[in-house]
């Protein structure tokens, strides 16, 4: 099986930047894409953006230009560059893996923007 463990979240003004990361543990030769999901009070989960084994990505049309997403294979680590941030950007994260057991996800990781 697979764990995912986020961290990088918090607290940060209009325009700033966070970093967020996502380690998978248990037998990550099992894992595909990851990626980033967030979701905002009263809104659906959403995909931020994705990225395969080989590096192939993916966004959301609201964040191309601003976020991007990277990955260490090494480290079974996921990365979330998060830059201009905006107080719509504010949700919880989610890391999400492609598992050959199916989907799996982390607990989630608070994103606030706000001054």
């Known amino acids: 099986q697979v764990q995912l463990m986020e961290s990088g979240g918090g607290l940060v003004q209009p325009g700033g930047s966070l970093r967020l990361s996502c380690a998978a543990s248990g037998s990550p030769r099992n894992i595909g894409a990851m990626g980033w999901y967030r979701q905002a009070p009263g809104k659906q989960r959403e995909l931020v953006a994705r990225?395969?084994?080989?590096?192939?990505?993916n966004y959301a049309d609201s964040v191309k230009g601003q976020f991007t997403i990277s990955r260490d294979n090494d480290k079974n680590t996921v990365y979330l560059q998060m830059n201009s941030l905006k107080p719509e950007d504010t949700a919880v994260y989610y890391c999400?893996?492609?598992?050959?057991?199916?989907?799996?996800w982390g607990q989630g990781t608070q994103v606030t923007v706000s001054s």
């Open positions: 999400n893996a492609e598992t050959t057991w199916g989907p799996r």
């Open positions: 990225i395969t084994p080989r590096g192939r990505t």
